[in-house]
């Protein structure tokens, strides 16, 4: 067992292992320690201080779920554009959920976001499920409000995949834009741009949003297809 595997067993929390478990189905629950994420974050502020910042980014593929999560925690701490962006290339083909996926969110990246664009246009072509959920996240994150083009929501809306995590990203995407960017949006949905699971559910997860109004929710509830 290595120094950074001691440390998050030192951690361990099996209730709360168990409940987690159950919320990532493509992970292992044998590879699940159970160890809660501001703990996570901690340790991750603390390990990017040491030398064990690099035995941990070198480490891949990693046994451990929680050391996929530091690892994501670790990126997302890096002040070097160039540098946080090779390591995000090197670790998003080992991610293998949700959760690893959504949780990598690099701080720098908010300063570099023309240089990012050029890289999300390659993750959305990936052939891996959590590349791609991780491109259409960082649409979402970066580019839907000051920055955003309809342009962007065109290229989200024209993703087909058979994938869930690849659909429930793209409908979190627009219920997301129908929130900020309502009239640009809008279209994608009365023109039917989605397959139907996804258009729906973009729907359903716009209506459960406070951003946006009654009057919006009520003609939204209209544009849903029946199956």
């Avoid at 996570?40 to 593929?61: D, H, M, N, V």
């Avoid at 994938?163 to 997301?176: D, L, P």
């Amino acid at each position: 067992m290595t120094g950074i595997q001691e440390k998050l067993f030192a951690l361990q929390d099996t209730k709360y292992r168990e409940f987690q478990s159950k919320l990532m189905p493509t992970v292992d629950p044998d590879t699940v320690i159970g160890v809660r994420t501001p703990q996570l974050r901690k340790l991750a502020k603390e390990i990017a201080k040491t030398e064990e910042k690099q035995l941990l980014l070198q480490g891949l593929p990693h046994a451990y779920f929680e050391e996929n999560q530091l690892h994501a925690f670790v990126i997302a701490l890096e002040k070097d554009f160039e540098r946080c962006l090779a390591e995000v290339e090197r670790f998003l083909p080992y991610i293998d959920n949700w959760a690893t996926c959504d949780q990598l969110s690099p701080k720098v990246f908010a300063k570099h976001r023309e240089e990012l664009l050029s890289r999300i246009d390659v993750w959305l072509e990936s052939d891996h499920v959590y590349t791609i959920r991780f491109g259409i996240g960082m649409l979402m994150q970066h580019f839907l409000n000051e920055d955003f083009d309809v342009k962007y929501a065109e290229r989200v809306a024209g993703i087909r995949s058979d994938e869930y995590y690849v659909n429930m990203m793209t409908a979190w995407y627009f219920a997301t834009a129908l929130a900020k960017q309502y009239d640009a949006v809008l279209p994608f949905i009365e023109n039917r741009k989605m397959d139907v699971w996804t258009h729906n559910k973009a729907i359903q997860k716009a209506v459960e949003s406070y951003r946006i109004t009654q009057e919006q929710k009520t003609y939204l509830r209209s544009l849903k297809i029946k199956k």
